[in-house]
T-cell receptor
Framework: AQSVTQLDSHVSVSEGTPVLLRCNYS??????LFWYVQHPNKGLQLLLK??????LVKGINGFEAEFKKSETSFHLTKPSAHMSDAAEYFC?????????????FGTGTQLKVEL | DAGVIQSPRHEVTEMGQEVTLRCKPI?????LFWYRQTMMRGLELLIY????????DSGMPEDRFSAKMPNASFSTLKIQPSEPRDSAVYFC???????????FGPGTRLTVL
């Protein structure tokens, strides 16, 4: 079985300050991990993915995430928040389940960026 | 590439009516997924197909829901009869089998009155 836990349902930051969105995972397999972003009334867009290569993964729009096996974590960070980053962010785990590449989504973290 | 295409983008219907949602996956992708998103339950996987064959439909809520994939470029999700609790945003996603990354469509916002 696999699961992800997003530790914060809401995060609020000021524009120009760092962003940290936390995610812990559980997986019986070597997991693939993703962060997706969903802007209001839009579909989900892939930010970045980890697939057992480099543990520090760089994504779009200045986001990055670090895979830490010892901590079973895959936190998402960005050095400086922009107003356009306000959205909902989903941490996602995928693993071989004998039936294809099913994704398991976290409950989401709503990021608010204030002036 | 046009990405995953879903239609309609918005659907408003009355309880008891049949609703059909449509999806065209990215050309060349052979896995297709249907999700439902609500405030209460978040994002739920309803069913997915591999090479047009349903692999796992354990997420389909009940017999009122059915999904088909008659060919590699088209899938439908049907609700008959629809109920107000079916109101949600329904997403279709596609991927290459063996590649974990999924590409999502813009979604269909369904409102059942």
């Amino acid at each position: 079985a696999q699961s992800v836990t997003q530790l914060d349902s809401h995060v609020s930051v000021s524009e120009g300050t760092p962003v940290l969105l936390r995610c812990n995972y559980s997986s019986s397999y070597s997991p693939s991990l993703f962060w997706y972003v969903q802007h209001p009334n839009k579909g989900l867009q892939l930010l970045l993915k980890y697939t057992s290569a480099a543990t520090l993964v760089k994504g779009i729009n200045g986001f990055e995430a670090e895979f830490k096996k010892s901590e079973t974590s895959f936190h998402l960070t960005k050095p400086s928040a922009h107003m356009s980053d306000a959205a909902e962010y989903f941490c996602v785990v995928s693993g071989a389940t004998g039936g294809g590449n099913k994704l398991t989504f976290g409950t989401g973290t709503q990021l608010k960026v204030e002036l | 590439d046009a990405g995953v295409i879903q239609s309609p983008r918005h659907e408003v219907t009355e309880m008891g009516q049949e609703v059909t949602l449509r999806c065209k996956p990215i050309s060349g992708h052979n896995s297709l997924f249907w999700y439902r998103q609500t405030m209460m339950r978040g994002l739920e996987l309803l069913i997915y197909f591999n090479n047009n064959v349903p692999i796992d439909d354990s997420g389909m809520p009940e017999d009122r829901f059915s999904a088909k994939m008659p060919n590699a470029s088209f899938s439908t999700l049907k609700i008959q009869p629809s109920e107000p609790r079916d109101s949600a945003v329904y997403f279709c996603a596609s991927s290459l089998s063996g590649i974990n990354e999924q590409f999502f469509g813009p979604g269909t916002r369904l409102t059942v009155l």
